[in-house]
């Protein structure tokens, strides 16, 4: 089946960048997609790709993707500590989202 | 007021009950989903709705059913609860570009 897959954990300094990997398994994902969810929260919709993109900038916010490799980031600038949460990708597959297993921010002062 | 709104967002049960989870949007999206999510496993499909006659089932689908009230209702029922049931459960809301706005999630615990 298709699979989404990324690392549990990142720890960074406050001010650091901050960079958070995924690889997916469908090529014919049309939308790539960056969630976020804060403790006790829903996930919350940060930006998404279109696949015939390579990058996407949005304020600290920028998206790589690399379709050969399957491999999507999200990079963020000047990270905060308001930053902390799990961060999830997700490919669109058929009619549906296939979500990762989520990474979870650590902002340390 | 919140697009996406659950109840309850916490309950506790015994096992066997039946449980109902509810979901209620203001959005007007025809897509609507539901997911649980545990510990070091994401989120998980069980059920989606594409119109208020479309049911389909998730990778997750046994042990639950749902039910699509209304454009903007959609409820989850565990018929029988159990202890691996356990879980956070979230209902989302879907875009035509496959944006997806969650609601606050249900925390679910089965003794």
């Known amino acids: 089946g298709e699979d989404v897959e990324q690392s549990l954990f990142l720890s960074v300094r406050e001010g650091d960048s901050s960079v958070i990997n995924c690889t997916y398994t469908?090529?014919?994902?049309?939308?790539l997609y960056w969630y976020k969810q804060e403790p006790g929260a829903g996930l919350q919709l940060l930006t998404y790709?279109?696949?015939?993109?390579d990058m996407k900038q949005d304020q600290r916010l920028t998206v790589l993707l690399n379709k050969k490799d399957k491999h999507l980031s999200l990079r963020i600038a000047d990270t905060q500590t308001g930053d902390s949460a799990i961060y999830f990708c997700?490919?669109?597959?058929?009619?549906?989202?296939?979500f990762g297993t989520g990474t979870r921010l650590q902002v340390f002062p | 007021d919140a697009d996406v709104t659950q109840t309850p967002r916490n309950r506790i049960t015994k096992t066997g009950k039946r449980i109902m989870l509810e979901c209620s949007q203001t959005?007007?999206?025809?897509?609507m989903y539901w997911y649980r999510q545990d510990p070091g496993l994401g989120l998980r499909l069980i059920y989606y709705?594409?119109?208020?006659?479309?049911?389909n089932k998730g990778e997750i689908s046994d042990g639950y059913s749902v039910s699509r009230q209304a454009q903007a209702k959609f409820s989850l029922s565990l018929e029988s609860a159990i202890p691996n049931q356990t879980a956070l459960y979230f209902c989302?809301?879907?875009?035509?570009?496959?944006?997806?706005?969650f609601g606050p999630g249900t925390r679910l615990t089965v003794l």
């Open positions: 709705s594409f119109d208020v006659k479309d049911i």
């Open positions: 997700a490919e669109s597959y058929t009619d549906k989202l296939i």
């Open positions: 790709i279109f696949s015939n993109m």
């Open positions: 989302a809301t879907e875009t035509m570009r496959g944006e997806q706005f």
């Open positions: 469908d090529s014919s994902s049309t939308y």
């Open positions: 959005k007007g999206h025809d897509r």
